[in-house]
């Protein structure tokens, strides 16, 4: 079944994940969807002074929205910064410097972006990371965990009051098409069990991230939640965590810009906010979370199961976590 997943998705990949299948599914694109002002609306995006986060960072900065950057590396967010002003003419762009691997440090800036603010209309979770070799937080939390789905969660579950108190708030959460190929695996979250593969890992927290997705448009409905998958995108992040895949790629890996694209149409367009909450997107659509006859859709014992631990884990570093 494993061998069946990867190849149904490389095959898909091919097709639809590379650039040339940005540009085939750009031929049905509504342009009129983001060409809209969203002055006076504020967008918190991690991971954003490089890559996708960047290229989101910039798009929503010319539509003269307010945008809050979450990165770790201070020198690299003022760069950006100072870059995305200047483009757009928009000084209405802030940094914040958390690593999203620490758990404890991101529910502190939560808690306190949350007393200092009187709303946030999107938060966009792109910051992610793939590490080869397991290593822990200073928490004890596995760091590919810890940032790409702890981080999702502490962010996220901490900032629901603010947002839902926001006028039209969206959650988008971008996760990647490696989720296919892998089942929620409730057992060993943390990746403690048998060989520590770090792909496999990413992925399964992008499966993660899909099944947060969907537990959340469930127990909020005020909010607008969906996640979505870039494409193959040539990104810093691709390039130095799967530097073989990046060079055999080469040319046909898209651009950050058309990777980011989905991104922002869900954060600015009243199109995504007419879609159902908690739907899986690639170039502007909903498309499904499962592979055909891959059987990696979790039953509602193994979600449950799954939100349970994360609360758990939550309350260990957190206190009073809504």
Not at 4 to 26: C, D, L, P, V
Not at 127 to 144: D, F, I, P, Y
Not at 278 to 287: E, K, L, P, Y
């Amino acid at each position: 079944m494993s061998l069946y997943r990867n190849a149904i998705w490389f095959m898909n990949g091919i097709h639809q994940y590379t650039r040339k299948g940005y540009e085939t599914a750009s031929k049905d694109f509504e342009p009129k969807d983001v060409d809209v002002s969203v002055v006076g609306r504020s967008f918190m995006i991690t991971g954003a002074n490089s890559g996708i986060g960047m290229a989101t960072a910039m798009a929503i900065a010319k539509k003269g929205g307010t945008v809050h950057m979450v990165c770790r590396n201070k020198d690299k967010a003022e760069e950006a910064r100072s870059d995305i002003v200047s483009e757009s003419g928009n000084m209405e762009v802030y940094i914040h410097i958390v690593d999203m691997s620490e758990t404890q440090k991101v529910w502190e800036f939560a808690e306190a972006f949350k007393r200092q603010h009187l709303s946030l209309n999107v938060l966009i979770n792109n910051a992610g990371c793939m590490v080869h070799k397991r290593e822990v937080n200073a928490g004890g939390l596995e760091k590919n965990f810890a940032t790409n789905t702890m981080g999702v969660y502490i962010l996220t579950q901490t900032l629901i009051p603010l947002l839902q108190k926001s006028r039209d708030p969206r959650v988008i959460t971008v996760t990647s098409g490696g989720m296919l190929v892998q089942k929620l695996i409730v057992n060993d979250l943390q990746s403690e069990k048998g060989f520590f593969d770090g792909v496999m890992v990413y992925a399964q927290n992008k499966r993660q991230q899909v099944v947060l997705t969907e537990q959340w448009a469930k127990a909020y409905p005020v909010i607008h939640f969906s996640a979505m998958h870039p494409g193959w995108v040539d990104t810093p992040a691709v390039s130095t965590s799967m530097p073989q895949f990046h060079h055999m790629m080469g040319e046909r890996l898209r651009s950050v810009e058309q990777g980011a694209d989905t991104v922002v149409w869900l954060a600015l367009s009243r199109a995504a906010a007419r879609k159902r909450s908690g739907q899986f997107f690639q170039d502007r659509a909903s498309i499904p979370a499962h592979l055909p006859l891959a059987w990696t859709q979790s039953s509602a014992e193994e979600n449950h199961c799954f939100m349970t631990q994360l609360e758990t884990l939550a309350k260990s570093f957190t206190h009073n976590l809504m």
